[in-house]
């Protein structure tokens, strides 16, 4: 067998082992009530798959910003530290291959031929895509420079409010408004009138909150994005409020707003009777749709700075490539079934 073989079969037998890994940890996720423990990994890791946020979970939930060996050494100025034990992530790896392919007539598609009744071929390059398992590690595993603070980040304190309620604003799907509500209800998305209502006069958090909230519904949860579906693969209102406020929950973690945990007693209920293919699948939406509206708000934030004439740090970060190094890429008898769950719904 050859080396190159040998490193193949290597390569393919870890990636299985990480891929069962993956499906155990996507149990342990929902069965350990340590949910919101990986929702703060997503947090930190917004730009990174599904598969790479659930594996730095799972080896190392208190991480904050990996790179390679080489990078960390080359790029940042850090080397590991003596004895760390890396991250197994998986990382694309796609490869050239010469191929021959039928040479089309432009008018009518089909293949040409020569003089002697031959169809003319033609030597092309395509990309096939591969992946491989890569080991990184976290900054608390390295030495040397100090990283920068992120450019985009907004500490936590809500201290530009006002600035950070205006870009959830243009990040939204459908306008957001402020009005009375009763006490017991932050606000609402309405389907009918395309729109998002919040309670006004709550503090910052839960205004901030609620917005990400109802955002995250107004994206996923709305018949005029989403074609009709049968009762059969329509989503019960609990499986909406965890998309929802496991949404709201991420977004606030990236802008190190703290939110509570309260709000995911009710998961284990939630999740037991779930097969693993829908636990994964709301954990790729969550994923995703997290990404998004970070991004999204990020990016208006800065225009909303530059507009009113307000600084932002150094537009230029290493860590932001860290952040973006993705190696593969929050009706009454709703609310009444989450009361049965322990949370306290946002009426919608």
Same mark, same amino acid.
């Given at each position: 067998?050859?080396?190159?073989?040998?490193?193949?079969?290597?390569?393919?037998?870890?990636?299985?082992?990480?891929?069962?890994?993956?499906?155990?940890?996507?149990?342990?996720?929902?069965?350990?009530?340590?949910?919101?423990?990986?929702? /703060?990994?997503?947090?930190?890791?917004?730009?990174?798959?599904?598969?790479?946020?659930?594996?730095?979970?799972?080896?190392?939930?208190?991480?904050?910003?990996?790179?390679?060996?080489?990078?960390?050494?080359?790029?940042?100025?850090?080397?590991?530290?003596?004895?760390?034990?890396?991250?197994?992530?998986? @990382?694309?790896?796609?490869?050239?291959?010469?191929?021959?392919?039928?040479?089309?007539?432009?008018?009518?598609?089909?293949?040409?031929? &020569?003089?002697?009744?031959?169809?003319?071929?033609?030597?092309?390059?395509?990309?096939?895509?591969?992946?491989?398992?890569?080991?990184?590690?976290?900054?608390?595993?390295?030495?040397?420079?100090?990283?920068?603070?992120?450019?985009? &980040?907004?500490?936590?304190?809500?201290?530009?409010?006002?600035?950070?309620?205006?870009?959830?604003?243009?990040?939204?799907?459908?306008?957001?408004?402020?009005?009375?509500?009763?006490?017991?209800? &932050?606000?609402?998305?309405?389907?009918?009138?395309?729109?998002? !209502? !919040?309670?006004?006069?709550?503090?910052?958090?839960?205004?901030?909150?609620?917005?990400?909230?109802?955002?995250?519904?107004?994206?996923?949860?709305?018949?005029?994005?989403?074609?009709?579906?049968?009762?059969?693969?329509?989503?019960?209102?609990?499986?909406? $409020?965890?998309? @929802?406020?496991?949404?709201?929950?991420?977004?606030? @973690?990236?802008?190190?707003? $703290?939110?509570?945990?309260?709000?995911?007693?009710?998961?284990?209920?939630?999740? /037991?009777?779930?097969?693993?293919?829908?636990?994964?699948?709301?954990?790729?939406?969550?994923?995703?749709?997290?990404?998004?509206?970070?991004?999204?708000?990020?990016?208006?934030?800065? @225009?909303?700075?530059?507009?009113?004439? #307000?600084?932002?740090?150094?537009?230029?970060?290493?860590?932001?490539?860290? #952040?973006?190094?993705?190696?593969?890429?929050?009706?009454?008898?709703?609310?009444?079934?989450?009361?049965?769950?322990?949370?306290? #719904?946002?009426?919608?």
């Amino acid at each position: 067998m050859s080396e190159k073989t040998g490193n193949f079969r290597n390569n393919k037998d870890r990636l299985k082992e990480i891929i069962d890994s993956i499906e155990k940890g996507i149990k342990e996720v929902f069965e350990s009530g340590r949910y919101t423990e990986y929702l /703060q990994v997503m947090s930190r890791f917004h730009n990174y798959s599904f598969n790479n946020t659930l594996l730095i979970y799972m080896q190392k939930p208190d991480a904050t910003h990996v790179a390679g060996f080489n990078k960390w050494k080359d790029k940042f100025g850090r080397s590991v530290n003596k004895g760390e034990k890396g991250i197994k992530i998986i @990382a694309p790896t796609p490869y050239k291959k010469k191929i021959e392919k039928d040479v089309l007539d432009p008018d009518t598609k089909l293949p040409l031929r &020569d003089e002697n009744g031959e169809i003319i071929k033609e030597e092309k390059e395509v990309s096939i895509p591969s992946f491989r398992p890569v080991t990184v590690f976290d900054v608390s595993q390295t030495s040397g420079k100090e990283l920068p603070t992120l450019a985009s &980040d907004l500490n936590g304190k809500v201290e530009n409010f006002d600035m950070l309620k205006e870009a959830i604003s243009r990040s939204a799907p459908v306008p957001i408004s402020f009005k009375p509500l009763r006490p017991d209800t &932050d606000g609402y998305f309405s389907p009918k009138r395309q729109e998002i !209502i !919040i309670r006004e006069g709550m503090g910052e958090v839960q205004t901030v909150c609620a917005m990400i909230h109802e955002s995250a519904h107004a994206k996923l949860h709305n018949s005029a994005y989403i074609p009709e579906t049968d009762d059969k693969s329509k989503l019960s209102r609990s499986d909406e $409020e965890v998309q @929802a406020e496991s949404i709201a929950y991420t977004v606030c @973690a990236y802008f190190g707003i $703290e939110t509570g945990k309260n709000s995911f007693g009710y998961l284990a209920s939630w999740s /037991q009777n779930k097969e693993l293919k829908e636990l994964k699948e709301s954990l790729d939406i969550i994923n995703k749709t997290s990404s998004d509206l970070i991004t999204a708000i990020e990016k208006n934030y800065k @225009a909303i700075v530059k507009e009113r004439g #307000a600084e932002l740090p150094s537009q230029t970060d290493p860590v932001e490539e860290l #952040a973006n190094e993705s190696a593969g890429a929050c009706a009454d008898r709703g609310r009444d079934s989450l009361r049965r769950f322990g949370v306290r #719904a946002r009426n919608g």
